[in-house]
């Protein structure tokens, strides 16, 4: 199974967007995957339901981040790296889906201010892009992983 494969399967067992691709990668970054859940749980719905930053997106950072994250907040040139590559992963899945805000992504036209998420019914799969996006956005890190 493809880590794409995997974050779709955790996505489709109710986990918010952020949370099946982190969980995903879970044990290949050394995490219990209860800690991935909590850790990526605030994510989901482009960040609380604000609608922002995808939640797929920022689940992808995440896991570029345990592995090639800097930890002295000096090291200039640490972060600048990182930050390139940040940038070029969240590159990659605007390339692909046009946006990398939640909002935009799911056609709506204004953000979503209340917190109580969606109930999970077919319906809801079926009328989301998210499943797709979850795939994507673990297989894109994936990927991006195994040139480096």
Do not use: W
Not at 60 to 65: A, L
Not at 115 to 138: F, M
């Amino acid at each position: 199974m493809t880590k794409g494969e995997k974050a779709q399967a955790l996505f489709l067992g109710g986990y918010n967007c952020a949370q099946a691709v982190f969980g995903a990668f879970c044990e290949d970054l050394g995490l219990e995957f209860e800690t991935a859940m909590k850790l990526s749980s605030g994510f989901g719905g482009g960040m609380g339901r604000l609608r922002e930053v995808c939640g797929a997106v920022s689940g992808m950072f995440m896991v570029f981040d345990m592995k090639h994250g800097y930890t002295s907040p000096t090291d200039i040139a640490a972060k600048k790296e990182l930050y390139s590559h940040i940038q070029s992963l969240a590159k990659e899945f605007e390339t692909e889906n046009g946006s990398i805000i939640c909002k935009e992504l799911l056609g709506l036209t204004e953000k979503k201010s209340e917190p109580t998420p969606d109930t999970r019914t077919s319906e809801y799969y079926q009328k989301r892009p998210c499943k797709e996006l979850v795939k994507i956005a673990a297989d894109i890190v994936d990927e991006y992983l195994s040139r480096m």
